[in-house]
């Protein structure tokens, strides 16, 4: 029996491995990490994050209507720098280090938003522009290698570098994450084409074997020095505390039919909204807006344009809850607690508020649900919340996938 059961065990190890190897050749490779930057704009004036959102929302319904061709985006109202936070990445073009803007709102990369950090001007006469509702750049298209990092590297990317930019104090240009769809118009010498982006490149090269762009923002405190991080190529599973869940993007950018309630309140009906990281707050449509100060008894801080209340109604916020069908067909939600729904107490003073004041995250789109958008779920809900943005393979057209799963800070109390 002994030598039975040692053989059957020889022969079950060796089983084993060679197995091992078609295995591990079979599964994907691990996602490629790139930690991300957060630049706080500690300027104690002039932000205004509800009205830097709001020229975002307005972005992203011009963009369903906008007329086909270059040059076609009216001019923006506000600056994309115009936030409190930025994540950015830091990347090498040509040699040059540049401190891009994650955006999964906008889909083109450029650089050169600082006239001290250019690269050579390129030999072509191709132009590029871009308008953002909040920045703007027009400049020259050229091929470069984009060093992602260190060891993430795009051969031929597309780029821009700007001539003239508006918008973009602190950084050096953007990442654009979104849709290739978002790139069309925005090259003179191809009106009504696009320009693979960088998550299209990577894909194409097999640098990754899936189009998938995962995102883990850390919530902003004044002492915390964890940033977050992107994922190429897959969703670093060990940032997520559950499973994900996929829902349909509906519209050629990222944005995703949900509903919401606060505590047992149906406040928001299904309506589309944009997964964003280059807004700060969470908008809602007009009347959900209302129906949410409403339920919290909150009141416009008249410094800061964002909702206070007073620490009695702090004690009787309900939990904000994002709720939609996945591609499963089940119904899930991904919440925003309390806590979650303050805007960060170290940062009150710089957006002009009072220290000890309590504000929420939560403003109003400015328009109702009825609009093609309908809300924004930016910063203030991914910091709290694991998202991943998957392109179909072989599939440029956009109708891609948003992920979403809990992290140890969807329950955190940082705020
Ligand atoms: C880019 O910045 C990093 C970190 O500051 C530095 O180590 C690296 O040498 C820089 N690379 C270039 C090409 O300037
Ligand atoms: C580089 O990319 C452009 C499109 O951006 C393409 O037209 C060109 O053929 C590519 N060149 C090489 C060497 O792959
Ligand atoms: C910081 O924000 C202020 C107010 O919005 C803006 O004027 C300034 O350009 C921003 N600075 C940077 C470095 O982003
Ligand atoms: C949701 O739709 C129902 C049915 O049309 C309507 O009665 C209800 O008022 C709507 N709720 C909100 C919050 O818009």
């Known amino acids: 029996m002994a030598t039975l059961r040692s053989s059957s065990l020889v022969a079950f190890l060796a089983l084993c ?21 957060r630049v706080v704009n500690s300027s104690t004036s002039g932000h205004n994050l509800v009205k830097a959102g709001q020229a975002r929302f307005e972005a992203f319904n011009r963009i369903q209507t906008r007329t086909k061709g270059f040059a076609s985006a009216a001019p923006p109202s506000t600056s994309l720098t115009d936030q409190i936070v930025t994540f950015t990445i830091n990347s090498v073009v040509a040699g040059k280090n540049f401190s891009l803007i994650v955006d999964t709102g906008s889909s083109n990369t450029w650089v050169g938003a600082n006239p001290a950090n250019r690269l050579q001007p ?22 470069e290698t984009v060093n992602v990092s260190p060891d993430l590297a795009v051969v031929n990317q597309s780029i821009g ?19 290739v769809d978002l790139t069309e118009g925005t090259l003179s010498s191809s009106p009504t084409g696009t320009i693979p982006t960088v998550m299209d490149n990577l894909f194409s090269q097999g640098t990754i074997s899936s189009e998938t762009l995962g ?18 190529g897959g969703v670093d599973t060990s940032k997520a505390t559950g499973p994900m869940s996929f829902f349909q993007s509906t519209l050629p950018f990222w944005a995703i039919s949900q509903s919401a309630t606060f505590g047992d309140t149906t406040i928001m009906n299904l309506t589309t909204c944009v997964v964003d990281t280059g807004t700060t707050l969470v908008l809602l449509p007009d009347d959900t ?22 620490p009695a109604q702090l004690d009787n916020l309900q939990t904000l809850s994002f709720i939609g069908t996945d591609v499963n067909g089940e119904t899930q939600h991904f919440d925003l607690t ?22 929420l ?7 109702s649900a009825a609009s093609e958008v309908g809300c924004i ?27 979403f799963a809990t992290t140890p800070f969807t329950d955190a109390t940082t705020n």
Not at 161 to 179: H, K, L, Q, T, Y
Not at 377 to 403: E, H, K, N
């Open 338 to 359: 309390p806590n979650a729904q303050l805007f960060p107490r170290a940062l009150n003073t710089e957006i002009g508020g009072s220290a000890d004041g309590i504000f």
């Open 122 to 143: 390129p030999a072509t006469l191709d132009l590029f522009e871009v308008t953002y509702g909040s920045g703007a750049v027009l400049g020259l298209e050229t091929d």
């Open 17 to 37: 491995l060679t197995t091992l190897p078609t295995s591990l050749g079979s599964s994907s490779p691990a996602p490629i990490i790139v930690p991300v930057q």
């Open 215 to 232: 995102v883990f923002l850390a919530p902003t405190t004044e002492d915390d020095p964890v940033n977050g991080e992107l994922s190429f």
């Open 361 to 367: 995250i939560v403003a109003s789109s400015g328009s």
């Open 161 to 179: 570098e700007a001539i003239e930019s508006v918008g973009f104090d602190g950084v050096d240009g953007i990442m654009g994450f979104g849709p």
């Open 377 to 403: 779920m930016g910063q203030s809900f991914l910091q709290r919340t694991y998202s991943a943005f998957v392109t179909p393979s072989g599939d440029s057209s956009g109708a891609g996938t948003v992920g």
């Open 289 to 310: 807006f209302t129906a949410y100060q409403d339920l919290t008894g909150g009141t416009p801080d008249a410094n800061t344009g964002l909702l206070s209340i007073t």
